[in-house]
Structures are given as C-alpha cells and as structure tokens.
Nanobody, 127 residues
Framework: QVQLVESGGGSVQSGGSLRLSCAAS????????MGWFRQAPGKEREGVSA??????YYADAVKGRFTISQNNAKNTVYLQMDSLKPDDTAMYYC??????????????????????WGQGTQVTVST
C-alpha cells in the first residue's frame, strides 16, 4: 500500500514562496491521480491542484501562482507556491487515488475521489 509523506511547509511573509513535496513509498502507477488539498481552521478541505499523466489541474484561487509537478524517478510530487497570500494559510495534504478508469463523475479536485492521504504540512502566510 502506498504511503504519502508531505514536507516543505513553513511560515513566510505575503508574497513569498514555498515548495511542498509529497514522497510516495511503495509502488506507484502512471495512472495514479495525485492531488494537493488544503484545510484552513473552521473550513472544509478544498482541492488545490492535481496531476495525472502530465495533465494538471488548479483551483481558480491558485491559478497562475501555484505549479504542480512530479518526478517519477523519485516518486515525488511537488507544489511550487509563489506569490503567497494570507488566505493560503492552511494545512496542506497530499492525496492519491488509483483507478483502472476515471469516469466522467471523477473530479480531480474533489477530496472524496481520493483514498490515500498524507499527514499534512502546515503553511502559514503572514502580512
């Protein structure tokens, strides 16, 4: 079974950058969907970005500021976060889902489509 471990969180000032990493242990398939989600205090967990066989997906709130990528040789997915804002403050989670086929009902940024989660890494952006 795949396990996910996030790292790279921290505290930065508004306008700063961070790069999150998600290292996957165990075998990964090229057909795995990998996603980044975040949850701020008192709010629901929301999808931030996802990647699948090179295709990428972003929430409107982060388009143009965040970039998702992966290094298959290292079994790692990254989230480069630039121009950070205080509203980006949250616990960030990496997630994975593995299906033989992704039907039209699958939403890359919907947390309920994912079944493997990391423990999270905190991102705090101050003014």
């Amino acid at each position: 079974q795949v396990q996910l471990v996030e790292s790279g969180g921290g505290s930065v000032q508004s306008g700063g950058s961070l790069r999150l990493s998600c290292a996957a242990s165990g075998y990964r398939y090229s057909t795995d969907f990998m996603g980044w989600f975040r949850q701020a205090p008192g709010k629901e967990r929301e999808g931030v970005s996802a990647i699948y066989t090179g295709s990428t997906y972003y929430a409107d709130a982060v388009k143009g500021r965040f970039t998702i990528s992966q290094n298959n040789a290292k079994n790692t997915v990254y989230l480069q976060m630039d121009s950070l804002k205080p509203d980006d403050t949250a616990m960030y989670y990496c997630a994975l889902t593995r299906r033989i086929r992704y039907g039209s009902d699958f939403r890359p940024l919907d947390q309920y489509g994912y079944n493997t989660w990391g423990q999270g890494t905190q991102v705090t952006v101050s003014t």
